[in-house]
């Protein structure tokens, strides 16, 4: 019976990390290790973890750094066979660890694994995150520019060897996690687990609520990476890749035009043209963006981030 590392990130979040604690401790699978990482809370997190019971409940307390620092200070003390991610504003099943593994085990020739992701409303009902065709098992790397299979971390599970110097990129506010995914895809299979899933608790504050225009490139930023830097153009074919950027940007001009964002807009959009010149309705787009007002504009001297590095940025762990 393998051991699991349980990896949870926490920030001020006392409540809602105390349950997703007792979502692990519940698991009928017995044998892991759930190291809780604590990235500076400044509320009574540490004394709520602590007054847990449990040998196999490891908490540290780091200064803050970031969601991606927290996760990646708790990949380097896993120890287990297998690493499973859980967010502390989600929960498991409690046969969801018995069932990743068993997966996992009967399918030995792949190195990832992830399930499906229900949002949990208040009322406590579920309904679905995604589409059921964006779940998807083998090599997905070119799926990623097809729309992207739904992987969540709190619904993954994956053997530590594969993992090797790959972490989650702390350069990234936002889509780290599908940044370090698409890089993990060439190296396995991934499996999707149809017979269990992870709730996801929308929460405010949470940062898949917080977006701002600098967050909007970094998702985009990540994937030019890996397809210029980092070996994509030879597994992803150039229109393919070339008309999934070209939406990205169309996507993160459409949002930033909400919030009268006239500037961010228009070099969005520009880029978009510049990557599919042959989508018409850049063209319509880009002329709206045009038509936002310069007045309303509250970022006119806005300026697209330089390019990521094509190295990976973490920070080493104490000691």
Not at 36 to 52: F, L
Not at 102 to 125: H, M
Not at 154 to 179: P, Q, R, V
Request: proline content about 5%.
């Amino acid at each position: 019976m393998p051991c699991v590392s349980v990896v949870i990130p926490t920030y001020n979040r006392s409540k809602l990390v105390k349950e997703a604690i007792e979502s692990v401790l519940e698991q009928s699978y017995r044998n892991f290790e759930l190291i809780v990482v604590d990235d500076g809370s400044t509320d009574d997190t540490r004394s709520v973890v602590e007054q847990v019971s449990d040998n196999r409940l490891t908490y540290f307390y780091k200064d803050n750094g970031g969601h991606c620092s927290a996760r990646n200070y708790g990949l380097m003390q896993a120890k287990g066979q297998y690493i499973a991610l859980l967010d502390h504003d989600d929960l498991w099943p409690n046969n969801y660890l018995e069932i990743m593994v068993d997966r996992l085990q009967a399918q030995n020739q792949c190195g990832f694994a992830y399930a499906r992701v229900l949002l949990l409303q208040e009322n406590g009902k579920t309904k679905p995150f995604a589409r059921e065709e964006r779940y998807l098992s083998g090599w997905v790397t070119k799926a990623f520019f097809k729309g992207g299979p739904c992987i969540m971390p709190s619904a993954t599970m994956f053997k530590k060897e594969i993992l090797g110097e790959f972490y989650f990129d702390e350069a990234l506010k936002l889509g780290e996690d599908n940044d370090l995914f698409l890089r993990l895809s060439v190296k396995t299979p991934f499996l999707f687990v149809s017979d269990t899933n992870v709730f996801r608790r929308a929460t405010p504050g949470s940062l898949s609520t917080h977006v701002t225009i600098d967050n909007q490139c970094y998702g985009i930023l990540s994937v030019e990476r890996f397809y210029y830097r980092l070996g994509g153009n030879k597994l992803i074919p150039p229109v393919l890749a070339r008309r999934s950027i070209s939406h990205k940007y169309r996507r993160a001009a459409k949002n930033v035009a909400q919030t009268y964002n006239r500037t961010a807009a228009i070099i969005f959009i520009k880029r978009a043209i510049r990557y599919y010149p042959l989508d018409i309705r850049l063209y319509f787009d880009l002329l709206k963006s045009f038509l936002l007002s310069k007045k309303n504009d509250p970022n006119p001297s806005w300026q697209m981030p330089k390019p990521l590095p094509p190295y990976i940025t973490v920070t080493q762990k104490d000691g």
